[in-house]
Protein backbone atom coordinates (compact mmCIF):
# COMPACT_ATOMS: atom_id res chain seq x y z
CA UNK A 1 0.00 0.00 0.00
CA UNK A 2 1.20 3.45 -0.53
CA UNK A 3 2.20 5.41 2.55
CA UNK A 4 3.17 9.29 2.46
CA UNK A 5 4.75 11.55 5.07
CA UNK A 6 5.39 14.88 5.41
CA UNK A 7 8.29 16.57 6.31
CA UNK A 8 9.75 20.23 6.89
CA UNK A 9 9.79 23.24 9.36
CA UNK A 10 6.86 23.70 11.44
CA UNK A 11 7.67 27.12 12.11
CA UNK A 12 8.96 29.93 9.11
CA UNK A 13 9.49 33.70 9.00
CA UNK A 14 7.24 36.08 6.84
CA UNK A 15 8.67 36.43 4.08
CA UNK A 16 10.59 33.00 4.06
CA UNK A 17 10.44 30.21 1.34
CA UNK A 18 8.66 27.26 3.09
CA UNK A 19 9.65 23.58 1.48
CA UNK A 20 8.33 20.58 2.37
CA UNK A 21 8.94 17.43 1.35
CA UNK A 22 6.75 14.14 0.96
CA UNK A 23 8.28 10.83 1.06
CA UNK A 24 6.50 7.66 -0.64
CA UNK A 25 6.51 4.64 0.05
CA UNK A 26 4.80 1.39 -0.67
CA UNK A 27 5.12 2.60 -4.49
CA UNK A 28 7.15 4.63 -7.07
CA UNK A 29 5.92 8.08 -8.13
CA UNK A 30 6.18 7.64 -11.31
CA UNK A 31 3.40 4.61 -11.11
CA UNK A 32 0.74 4.99 -13.80
CA UNK A 33 -2.22 7.37 -13.33
CA UNK A 34 -1.21 8.73 -9.99
CA UNK A 35 -1.46 12.16 -8.94
CA UNK A 36 0.75 13.23 -5.95
CA UNK A 37 -1.12 16.56 -4.79
CA UNK A 38 -0.37 18.98 -1.71
CA UNK A 39 -3.63 19.70 0.38
CA UNK A 40 -3.32 22.74 3.37
CA UNK A 41 -5.56 23.09 5.89
CA UNK A 42 -5.47 27.02 7.63
CA UNK A 43 -7.01 26.94 11.06
CA UNK A 44 -10.97 27.08 11.22
CA UNK A 45 -11.16 27.00 7.93
CA UNK A 46 -11.54 23.74 4.82
CA UNK A 47 -9.16 21.69 2.58
CA UNK A 48 -7.52 24.08 0.36
CA UNK A 49 -5.85 22.11 -2.76
CA UNK A 50 -2.44 23.85 -3.59
CA UNK A 51 -1.74 21.42 -6.52
CA UNK A 52 -0.19 18.75 -7.86
CA UNK A 53 2.13 16.66 -9.88
CA UNK A 54 0.87 13.53 -11.56
CA UNK A 55 3.05 10.37 -12.65
CA UNK A 56 3.35 12.60 -15.74
CA UNK A 57 5.70 15.26 -14.32
CA UNK A 58 3.68 18.13 -15.73
CA UNK A 59 2.64 20.26 -13.04
CA UNK A 60 -0.59 22.14 -11.63
CA UNK A 61 -0.96 24.86 -9.69
CA UNK A 62 -4.14 26.66 -7.81
CA UNK A 63 -4.07 29.87 -9.13
CA UNK A 64 -4.60 31.33 -6.37
CA UNK A 65 -0.91 30.47 -5.59
CA UNK A 66 0.49 30.18 -9.06
CA UNK A 67 2.94 33.06 -8.45
CA UNK A 68 4.40 31.80 -5.00
CA UNK A 69 3.96 28.02 -4.90
CA UNK A 70 5.87 25.19 -7.32
CA UNK A 71 5.73 21.68 -6.83
CA UNK A 72 8.78 19.06 -7.62
CA UNK A 73 9.79 15.49 -7.93
CA UNK A 74 12.96 13.43 -7.20
CA UNK A 75 11.94 9.87 -8.33
CA UNK A 76 15.40 8.91 -6.84
CA UNK A 77 14.36 9.19 -4.09
CA UNK A 78 10.85 8.59 -4.57
CA UNK A 79 9.87 12.05 -3.21
CA UNK A 80 7.69 15.00 -4.11
CA UNK A 81 8.35 18.55 -2.84
CA UNK A 82 6.06 21.72 -2.24
CA UNK A 83 7.95 25.19 -2.27
CA UNK A 84 5.79 28.43 -1.19
CA UNK A 85 7.62 31.65 -1.51
CA UNK A 86 7.00 34.95 0.45
CA UNK A 87 4.98 33.43 3.09
CA UNK A 88 2.93 35.52 5.40
CA UNK A 89 0.87 34.40 8.40
CA UNK A 90 -2.18 33.53 6.35
CA UNK A 91 0.05 30.25 4.90
CA UNK A 92 -0.50 28.96 8.63
CA UNK A 93 -1.92 25.71 8.32
CA UNK A 94 -1.71 22.00 8.07
CA UNK A 95 -0.52 20.97 5.28
CA UNK A 96 -0.69 17.24 4.04
CA UNK A 97 0.22 15.14 0.86
CA UNK A 98 -2.02 13.10 -1.06
CA UNK A 99 -1.94 10.26 -3.05
CA UNK A 100 -4.96 9.45 -5.74
CA UNK A 101 -4.64 7.41 -9.22
CA UNK A 102 -6.90 8.56 -11.68
CA UNK A 103 -9.44 5.90 -13.80
CA UNK A 104 -11.15 6.83 -16.95
CA UNK A 105 -13.96 8.50 -15.24
CA UNK A 106 -13.81 7.98 -11.69
CA UNK A 107 -10.91 8.15 -9.32
CA UNK A 108 -9.57 5.62 -6.85
CA UNK A 109 -9.16 5.85 -3.20
CA UNK A 110 -7.43 8.39 -1.32
CA UNK A 111 -3.92 7.97 -0.16
CA UNK A 112 -2.68 10.61 3.23
CA UNK A 113 -0.27 11.93 4.57
CA UNK A 114 -0.68 12.49 8.65
CA UNK A 115 -0.36 16.42 8.05
CA UNK A 116 2.48 18.64 9.26
CA UNK A 117 1.78 21.95 11.34
CA UNK A 118 3.35 25.23 9.87
CA UNK A 119 3.30 28.10 11.46
CA UNK A 120 4.59 31.15 9.82
CA UNK A 121 5.27 33.94 12.13
CA UNK A 122 7.98 35.98 13.60
Known amino acids: QVQLQESGPGLVKPSQTLSLTCTVS??????????WTWIRQPPGKGLEWIGHIPYTGVTHINPSLRSRASISRDTAKNQFTLQLSSVTPEDTAVYYC??????????????WGQGTQVTVSS
Open 98 to 111: NARARGFTDWGPDY
Open 26 to 35: GGPITTNYYY
